[in-house]
């Protein structure tokens, strides 16, 4: 039977609600799930951008009494719904892993246990499952290296060495089959996500994808969010005359992908078998300077204001990682289509009609981050 019901949890959020709308003008029908999380939606109501021709219901995915109807009249299960920051699930542990891991946990329940059609998952994974990216070693090959140490940092010696021999290494594109380790809990909560659901749906025989999305732009983003991505936190800096703080050198190394983009990969997985029961790298497959893309903000806001280079690193973070996109390219037919330089014109033409944009969460943020003893400074 074809697909014509989707349930998308989390589709008030950035992500989800972009796919809804791919979804609606494809002609499915869609319903949401989203418990409106206070920190994403700060007014407490269903956003502006809410689509007419979708039914949303408020709730949380860790409540089966409302979740299992909707996944037993759909034919296909978009999970997007999670507590989303990295920096903030190292100290609120249980939040993170409660929504996210025990969230899945209850779809699975449902899927194994109540008597359903779902003929296709789709698990929101993350870039955040390889810890490091893929790096060669000129003796030794493909090299996969952990953290960074404390010592290391301390020393602002950023970047990654052969773990093998020692040697200066260089970043390759990442592909799945890389060694994975997590090095915060939001990560492991989204490699529990991809794995269980991946297992549960091979087990069962239902079609499950997770796409491990890297860094995801545009429209509907969170600028107030002080843990949104690095570009929002950019545009809201730059808009209010501060300098975007660019943490280590600015030579990290990053992919990022248009909304637009993960969109249409996303409608591929839907709508196509070739990714089923995998992990699928979604980026541009284009790789870019943290220091390039605020260089690129400032010089497409006009602004003034330099990119402060704090030469100072945080525990978590990684130095380099880019996406591999073979598999998609191979598997669905994807291609990318939009340049950074056309994603991040339209991205700030966005900002500048949000009122969002006045507020800046930024240093609150890093202030909870000092206080947690979450950045190394020297
Ligand atoms: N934005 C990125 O670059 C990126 C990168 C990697 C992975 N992801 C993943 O993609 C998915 C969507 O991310 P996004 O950027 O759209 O985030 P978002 O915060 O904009 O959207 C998440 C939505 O989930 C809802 N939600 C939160 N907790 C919920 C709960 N307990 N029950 C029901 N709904 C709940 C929120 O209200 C929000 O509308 C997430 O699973 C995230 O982990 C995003
Ligand atoms: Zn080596």
Redesign the pocket.
Known sequence: MAIRNVLV?????????HLVDALVARGYDVVV?????P???RSGTW?SYANPKVRYVK?????RSVFEPLVLASEAVV??????SIGQSMYQIDRYV???TR?TAVLLDILVNAKHKVEKVI??????VYGEGAYQCAACGPVAPGIRSEAQMAAKDWEQRCPSCGASVVSIPTPENKALYRDNI?SMT?YH?EEMVLLIGKTYGIPAVA???????GP???LS?PY??VAAIWISRLMNGKAPIVFEDGGQLRDF?SIHDVVACLTLMLEKPGADYLPVNVGSGTTVTILEIATMLQRLLGSRVEPEVTNAGRTFDIRHNTADITRARDTLGFEPKVSLEQGFAELIEWAKTTPDVAVDFFDKAMDELKAKGLLVQS
């Open positions: 949890t989390g589709g008030a959020g950035y992500i989800g609600s799930l989203d418990s409106l999380e920190q994403v939606h956003p709730g949380d995915v860790r409540d999970h997007f719904g999670a507590a989303v409660d929504v996210n969230g698990v929101a994974s993350s870039i955040g939001y989204k996500q796409p491990r999305f890297f860094n995801v732009y509907r983003q969170s969010n949104a991505g992908v």
